[in-house]
């Protein structure tokens, strides 16, 4: 049976892969901090129906310690790093930690797999916001770089350490450039979900106004269970490499909101307001990326239009308010078992 090991399991991406890899019989490992195990009903909500199939793992990204003792434990046929600070807004609040946490959490897996698991496949998940002030549009994987943000920044240091390791040490290192992927899961502070959320409380007249940014940002977005799979195909590749991941469509926020409010058919011009507080210091205007590569050598392609992402994120938001009136309790989530590596997690977050 192989062991793949995720960092970043109790997100939305992470919760989609270990889906599929249990689907495709792995034993799924995954990387938590310790205040997720603390807190399971609040931290653990995307994999609580998984979590008696998962084996978790206490450590920090920030302490390598931690990294290289899970590692060097559980010794994974496949490694998928997709835990970041991910929100670009916040990396222009706090740079220093989303540069810390990023670039040394990325760095410390790759040095530990060089010690501990040199035949290991690694996945990092690098970003479109890679190419930022984009230099051509569509985007590939030959496109230079222009981040925009200490987030992005951090993601072009994450792809040259994951590319340095690949050619200095021969590890199986690969970069997946991910477009914007979205989902029911997806956290609420990503324009997506905040809008979809507000829609459906709107809807149940719980909120009258949803406050946004740059209305005229471009995105290709797609579906994040769609995205997990052309993580796995690229580990399943013989040889290590870089690939664009994205539906070749580009969308901009006012069509997202357009169509979410459609949904439930309301006008957005009596509910969208701008507020000053949502537009970033520096903005990525328009991305759009050529997923031909992927396509091609891997054979992967997404399953899931706009439209439908859009209809799917809306009606989830509306069941959830409909299924919690008055916010009913949910169940408990069951509690992890959990191999602490409690001492070297002194720095967690
Ligand atoms: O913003 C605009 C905002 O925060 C999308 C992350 O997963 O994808 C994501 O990064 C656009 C931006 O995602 C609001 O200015 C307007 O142009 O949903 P977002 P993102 O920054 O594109 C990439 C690929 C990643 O790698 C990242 O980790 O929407 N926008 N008004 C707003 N955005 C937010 N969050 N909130 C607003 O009110």
Known sequence: MKKALITGITGQDGSYLSEWLLGQG????????????EDPDHRMWRIRHLLPRLQLHSASLESYASLFQVLARVQPDECYHLAAQSFVSYSFEDEFSTLNTNINGTHHLLASLKEVAPRCRFYFAASSEMFGKVRETPQTEATPFHPRSAYGISKVAGFDLTRNYREAYGLKATSGI?????????????????????????????ADKLPLGNLEAKRDWGHARDYVRAMWLMLQQDQPDDYVVATGQTWSVQQFVELAFACVDLDWRDHVVSDPRFFRPAEVHLLLGDASKARRQLGWAPSCSFQELVEEMVVDDLERLSDSPAGRPAAAAPRPTVSLVAAMDAGAR
């Open 26 to 37: 792995y034993e799924v490992h995954g990387i938590v901090r310790r205040v997720a195990i």
């Open 178 to 206: 991910l477009y914007n992927h979205e989902s029911p899961r997806r956290g609420y502070e990503f324009v997506t979900r905040k809008i979809t959320s507000h829609v459906a409380k709107i809807k149940f007249g719980l």
